[in-house]
C-alpha cells in the first residue's frame, strides 16, 4: 500500500526559530512536492523535488529551503518561522513520467503548524 | 500560467440529492485532470483522474466527471450524496510534461441528514 508519511500532525513553534518538517515515501517515487494549504487559498506549490539532490522552486518558495539527499526523504526548512506561515504543511509524491504518464500524487496527512 | 477555477466554494445538500461540484481549467492544451477529496483532519486522496480516451471516468464510490475539451470543464457529479461524502473537494490540472500539478480552491461539501 502506498504510504507518505509526515514526522508530525502538529507543531508549534515560536517567530524566529529554525523549522524542519519531514517527509518519508516508500514507493521509491522520483518526485517530491510540499505544499501549504490555507482556507480559501486552495493548494499553493513551495518547492518540489525529481531527483535526490534536485529542487526547483514553485509558487511560493520566499522564507522556505528543502533538501533531499535521500530517494525517499524530503524536507522543508523554515529559516526564521514567522506568524505567516502558520499553515497545514502537506507533502506529496509521484512516480516519474518514464514508464506511465499523468500518474497522481500520493498525499501525507499533513503538518499543522502554529508560529507563535 | 495553468490556473483553475472551482466556481463554489462550498455547497451544502441534503442526504441522497444529487450534486454537482465545478471546475474550469484555462488552457485547453494536452492536460491530464485530477480530483481530490479531503476528508477532516486527513490528506488529500485521489478520488478519479482524465487521462485520455473516454471523457466520462468513474470512481469507486459513485462520483463521475466528464471531460469537456471545448469547455475546458471537468465537473464532478453523483447522483445521491451519503452523509459520508461530506468533504472538501479539489480540481486538479496538469499540463503535459510539466511537473506542476496546479489546484482549484476547493469545494466544501456539506450533505445534511
Known amino acids: 500500500d502506498v504510504k507518505v508519511t509526515q514526522s508530525s500532525r502538529y507543531l508549534v513553534k515560536r517567530t524566529g526559530e529554525k523549522v524542519f518538517l519531514e517527509c518519508v515515501q516508500d514507493?521509491?517515487?522520483?518526485?517530491m512536492f510540499w505544499y501549504r494549504q490555507d482556507p480559501g487559498l486552495g493548494l499553493r506549490l513551495i518547492y518540489f523535488?525529481?531527483?535526490?539532490?534536485?529542487?526547483e522552486k514553485g509558487d511560493i518558495p520566499e522564507g522556505y529551503s528543502v533538501s533531499r539527499e535521500k530517494k525517499e526523504r524530503f524536507s522543508l526548512i523554515l529559516e526564521s518561522a514567522s506568524t505567516n506561515q502558520t499553515s497545514m504543511y502537506l507533502c506529496?509524491?509521484?512516480?516519474?513520467?518514464?514508464?506511465?504518464?499523468?500518474?497522481?500524487?500520493?498525499f501525507g496527512p499533513g503538518t499543522r503548524l502554529t508560529v507563535t | 500560467a495553468q490556473s483553475v477555477t472551482q466556481l463554489d466554494s462550498q455547497v451544502p445538500v441534503f442526504e441522497e440529492a444529487p450534486v454537482e461540484l465545478r471546475c474550469n481549467y484555462s488552457?485547453?492544451?494536452?492536460?491530464?485532470l485530477f480530483w481530490y477529496v479531503q476528508y477532516p483532519n486527513q490528506g488529500l486522496q485521489l478520488l478519479l483522474k482524465?487521462?485520455?480516451?473516454?471523457?466520462l471516468v468513474e470512481s469507486i464510490n459513485g462520483f463521475e466527471a466528464e471531460f469537456n475539451k471545448s469547455q475546458t470543464s471537468f465537473h464532478l457529479r453523483k447522483p445521491s450524496v451519503h452523509i459520508s461524502d461530506t468533504a472538501e473537494y479539489f480540481c486538479?490540472?496538469?499540463?503535459?510534461?510539466?511537473?506542476?500539478?496546479?489546484f482549484g480552491k476547493g469545494t466544501l461539501l456539506t450533505v445534511n441528514p
Open positions: 506529496a509524491s509521484r512516480a516519474s513520467d518514464r514508464v506511465k504518464r499523468g500518474r497522481e500524487q500520493y
Open positions: 514507493m521509491d517515487h522520483e518526485n
Open positions: 523535488s525529481y531527483d535526490v539532490k534536485m529542487k
Open positions: 488552457s485547453s492544451v494536452s492536460v491530464y
Open positions: 482524465y487521462l485520455s480516451g473516454s471523457t
Open positions: 486538479a490540472v496538469r499540463r503535459g510534461s510539466n511537473y506542476k500539478l496546479t
